[in-house]
T-cell receptor
Framework: NAGVMQNPRHLVRRRGQEARLRCSPM?????VYWYRQLPEEGLKFMVY????????ESGMPKERFSAEFPKEGPSILRIQQVVRGDSAAYFC?????????????FGPGTRLTVL | DAKTTQPPSMDCAEGRAANLPCNHS???????VYWYRQIHSQGPQYIIH???NNETNEMASLIITEDRKSSTLILPHATLRDTAVYYC??????????FGTGTRLQVTL
């Protein structure tokens, strides 16, 4: 059973470009979470999605950031018009449907560098 | 903001038990205590969780005080590969994990 997959692992963008980060959850997992980790800081929750639904986006910046988890295919975190402050590691996690949401399986992350 | 407090760093000799404390004095009745770790810059790895009883799995043991205001993660025989940042979290069913700054455990020869 493959783990959570993220791609690309490293992404370099110039200011003003768009960044698309993809996450394929573990087989059988219908819940996806995105977290951001700035250099030398802890992880910060961004968004929680189920298939075709955004459940909690309380950690998403109000502008330029969006996320989706379509019926088919991976979850996508999209950052429009990137700025240097968006440089960070972005981690995706998945979990099976459960009353208890705390056991999440994390991917290896995508390291975004904005030049 | 994180609802837990942990010491910023700890050292442990290889082969000895590592005891990592966590205070969660504001934990509510339906919240579990979860422990994760992050090795270097990899994705966090789930270790163990509990509600009020002590728990043990192949990785670690979790001791939760009777009043649930604090807990201790025990790695019985630490190895160099256990060097990581260890995070203690409280969460109920909301699924949003709130990470603090964790404890940086350094295992030494």
């Amino acid at each position: 059973n493959a783990g959570v997959m993220q791609n690309p692992r490293h992404l370099v963008r110039r200011r003003g470009q768009e960044a698309r980060l993809r996450c394929s959850p573990m087989k059988g997992h219908s819940h996806v979470y995105w977290y951001r980790q700035l250099p030398e800081e802890g992880l910060k929750f961004m968004v929680y999605l189920q298939k075709e639904n955004i459940i909690d986006e309380s950690g998403m910046p109000k502008e330029r950031f969006s996320a989706e988890f379509p019926k088919e295919g991976p979850s996508i975190l999209r950052i429009q018009q990137v700025v240097r402050g968006d440089s960070a590691a972005y981690f995706c996690a998945s979990s099976p449907p459960s009353l208890q949401g705390g056991e999440q399986f994390f991917g290896p992350g995508t390291r975004l560098t904005v030049l | 903001d994180a609802k837990t407090t942990q010491p910023p760093s700890m050292d442990c000799a290889e082969g000895r038990a590592a005891n990592l404390p966590c205070n969660h004095s504001t934990i509510s009745g339906n919240e579990y205590v979860y422990w994760y770790r992050q090795i270097h810059s990899q994705g966090p790895q789930y270790i163990i969780h509990g509600l009020k009883n002590n728990e043990t799995n192949e990785m670690a043991s979790l001791i939760i005080t009777e009043d649930r205001k604090s807990s201790t993660l025990i790695l019985p025989h630490a190895t160099l590969r256990d060097t990581a940042v260890y995070y203690c979290l409280n969460t109920g069913t909301a699924s949003k994990l709130t990470f603090g700054t964790g404890t940086r455990l350094q295992v030494t020869l």
